[in-house]
Antibody
Framework: QVQLVQSGAEVKKPGASVKVSCKASGYTFNTYGINWVRQAPGQGLEWMGWISGYNGDTNYAQKFQGRVTMTADTSTSTAYMELRSLRSDDTAVFYC????????WGQGTLVTVSS | DVVMTQSPLSLPVTLGQPASISCRSSQSLVHSDGNTYLYWFQQRPGQSPRRLFYKVSNRDSGVPDRFSGSGSGTDFTLKISRVEAEDVGVYYCMQGTHWPPTFGQGTKVEIK
């Protein structure tokens, strides 16, 4: 069965970076992309970007351009999302979801940004 | 970006009664390939989102048939024929026709 398992919660100081992982299983990793979605506390879902599991091509939401990097390691079927220059309003749960159609989701990773 | 507008934002429902959520897009969601990439997600309290429907009305595996999706162009609807306790949560529509994908604000379904 398809599973996306994300890394654990993180606490970071303002200005730091965070790197969240999303390990895929149950399907051929390089045949689907991975989306990243952010959800601030009590708020809705916000699409951050997408990475191809095939060739690593990326497409980022304009809001995160210059501050986010998405990578994929096909040898371990793992996608990564790094967000830099963290601010307090980056405190959120970050989700990975399979492909543009978002048919499977990870369990979410809470990133808390606090001094 | 395409703006997705859901209504209502809060929906108190009596158990066993129907519920309906509207989702409207600022542009037609008909893709050049003829498909309409409109999705519905359910997010139960404390859980990850779960996809219910893809391409407007295609129900995902395991989704009860009391849920239905319909619509075309810019107007879409998610209906629950008889609300059950397990349906409590927030429902989101999302469009994938135009880049970037965008979500509606979410509709919170609760039991009266």
């Amino acid at each position: 069965q398809v599973q996306l398992v994300q890394s654990g919660a993180e606490v970071k100081k303002p200005g730091a970076s965070v790197k969240v992982s999303c390990k895929a299983s149950g399907y051929t990793f390089n045949t689907y992309g991975i989306n990243w979605v952010r959800q601030a506390p009590g708020q809705g879902l916000e699409w951050m970007g997408w990475i191809s599991g095939y060739n690593g091509d990326t497409n980022y939401a304009q809001k995160f351009q210059g501050r986010v990097t998405m990578t994929a390691d096909t040898s371990t079927s793992t996608a990564y999302m790094e967000l830099r220059s963290l601010r307090s309003d980056d405190t959120a749960v970050f989700y990975c979801a399979r492909d543009a159609h978002a048919d499977y989701w990870g369990q979410g990773t809470l990133v808390t940004v606090s001094s | 970006d395409v703006v997705m507008t859901q209504s209502p934002l809060s929906l108190p429902v009596t158990l066993g009664q129907p519920a309906s959520i509207s989702c409207r897009s600022s542009q037609s969601l008909v893709h050049s390939d003829g498909n309409t990439y409109l999705y519905w997600f359910q997010q139960r309290p404390g859980q990850s989102p779960r996809r219910l429907f893809y391409k407007v009305s295609n129900r995902d595996s395991g989704v009860p048939d009391r849920f239905s999706g319909s619509g075309s162009g810019t107007d879409f609807t998610l209906k629950i024929s008889r609300v059950e306790a397990e349906d409590v949560g927030v429902y989101y529509c999302m469009q994938g026709t135009h880049w970037p994908p965008t979500f509606g604000q979410g509709t919170k379904v609760e039991i009266k």
